[in-house]
């Protein structure tokens, strides 16, 4: 068949049709495509984002800032003060000291409650291996980056801290960016 100007069965044509040759040429047409859209994107060049009164977009997978949560319903906290987020930690930042729930006194929906949780922020390494180790969601990481402080001792989040909605919120990027 010959060549049909404005079309692409010329390209059709040469891509061979089965076996390990039509693998390793999908291979390099998908790594060709690669680097076209990259160099486009070295074209464009930087953009400068006026920090700080613009945020830098993040990822819906960042991970930041954590968060304590509570049951929507009842306000409880979901937190019981198991301590496995703190097993789980390879920086050994997060304190958890727990106590007993009473009927007088039921901070939290299980039988103990987190007294004390601390992370410090200043030894995190933002891995969401605590995340990943609770079992009741009652820890998760947020999107807030914004964490920096003039003393050591202010980067030690408290649980009230970490209940508490993070004042700045870091902006999610949108589909495509
Ligand atoms: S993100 Fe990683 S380093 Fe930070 S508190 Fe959680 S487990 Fe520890
Ligand atoms: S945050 Fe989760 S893993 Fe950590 S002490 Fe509380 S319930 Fe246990």
């Known amino acids: 068949m010959g060549f049909h100007p404005g079309s692409d069965v010329v390209a059709v044509q040469r891509a061979p049709k089965r076996g390990p040759a039509r ?3 999908r291979i390099f047409v998908e790594t060709l495509r690669g680097l076209m859209t990259t160099g486009a994107r070295v074209i464009e060049g930087p953009v400068t984002i006026q920090y700080p009164e613009e945020k830098v977009p ?3 997978r960042f ?3 954590h ?13 019981v003060g198991c301590s496995l987020c703190a097993a789980a930690c390879p920086a050994d930042c997060i304190r958890v000291v727990a106590a007993e729930n009473t009927p007088e006194h039921r901070v939290s929906a299980g039988e103990r409650y987190a007294a004390v949780y601390e992370i410090n922020l200043s030894r995190c390494i933002f891995c969401g291996y605590c995340e990943v180790a609770c079992p009741f969601d009652a820890i998760t990481m947020g999107h807030d980056y914004e964490l920096s402080a003039y003393e050591r001792s ?3 989040f408290t649980k009230e801290m970490l209940l508490a909605e993070p004042i700045e919120r870091a902006p999610l990027r949108r589909e495509g960016e």
């Open 154 to 156: 202010d980067l030690i």
């Open 23 to 25: 693998s390793l040429w």
């Open 63 to 65: 991970r930041g800032r």
């Open 67 to 79: 968060k304590l949560h509570r049951f929507e319903d009842t306000g409880l906290e979901k937190c």
């Open 58 to 60: 993040v990822y819906p």
